[in-house]
């Protein structure tokens, strides 16, 4: 099985500021026959369920807006948020659908500072 | 609109069993891969199955599988996650969310408020 991990565990940015998460896994999630890499991101606001922000590590779901963005190749990614709002409190979590079971990293906590 | 509406959770002692049902709208089930998710309180997610819409090929975690089953009813619009011989560490929020295409290999780009469900004795 793929193994996700993120770092860091928590976070607090200020209004304004960017806010960078990472993501690694045991295992590229690259497929060379596409060159596509099968990871996602994913916010969830408290009380809510997760909301997809971000798959083929870079392409921005429709509505989601433009200070969110995805980076990186093979088993390391990065989710930045530039422009900190108060909304983006959340927890998000990558996943990598590359191959069975199709697992989750253990989430990092957004705050405000 | 999309939407997938979850039901069936509930209370149920270790060792029972329980349905729980997906609804969709506004789409086509079968043309679409399903996953289950869960989330235990106060913790992360927990990918749990998947039925690919291509082929109906279903791929279980290793917590789960022999004991849940997951299944669609392409008339009713409708997935399923049966779930027997239940232990206290299956007590979550179910999320049921459909895939973003045919194939099994896609994220999850659209979710249901989820279904608790909670075992004990």
């Known amino acids: 099985d793929i193994v996700m991990t993120q770092s860091p565990d928590s976070l607090a940015v200020s209004l304004g500021e960017r806010a960078t998460i990472n993501c690694k896994s045991s295992q590229s999630v690259l497929y060379s026959s596409n060159n596509k890499n099968y990871l996602a991101w994913y916010q969830q606001r408290p009380g809510q369920p997760p909301k997809l922000l971000i798959d083929w590590a870079s392409t921005r779901e429709s509505g989601v807006p433009d200070r969110f963005s995805g980076s990186g190749s093979g088993t390391d990614f990065t989710l930045t948020i530039s422009g900190l709002q108060a909304e983006d409190v959340a927890v998000y979590y990558c996943?990598?659908?590359?191959?069975?079971?199709?697992?989750f990293g253990p989430g990092t906590k957004l705050d405000i500072k | 609109e999309v939407q997938v509406v979850e039901s069936g959770g509930g209370l149920v002692q270790p060792g029972g069993s329980l349905r729980l049902s997906c609804a969709a709208s506004?789409?086509?089930?079968?043309?679409?891969?399903m996953s289950w998710v869960r989330q235990a309180p106060g913790k992360g997610l927990e990918w749990v199955s998947v039925?690919?819409?291509?082929?109906?090929?279903?791929y279980y975690a290793d917590s789960v599988r022999g004991r849940f089953t997951i299944s669609r009813d392409n008339s009713r619009n409708t997935l399923y996650l049966q779930m027997n011989s239940l232990r206290a560490e299956d007590t979550a929020v179910y999320y049921c969310?459909?895939?973003?295409?045919?194939?099994?290999?896609?994220?999850?780009?659209?979710w249901g408020q989820g279904t608790l469900v909670t075992v004990s004795s």
């Open positions: 969310a459909r895939g973003g295409g045919t194939g099994c290999n896609v994220a999850l780009d659209n």
């Open positions: 039925i690919c819409g291509s082929d109906g090929i279903a």
């Open positions: 996943q990598q659908y590359y191959s069975s079971p199709f697992t």
């Open positions: 506004e789409f086509t089930l079968s043309t679409y891969a």
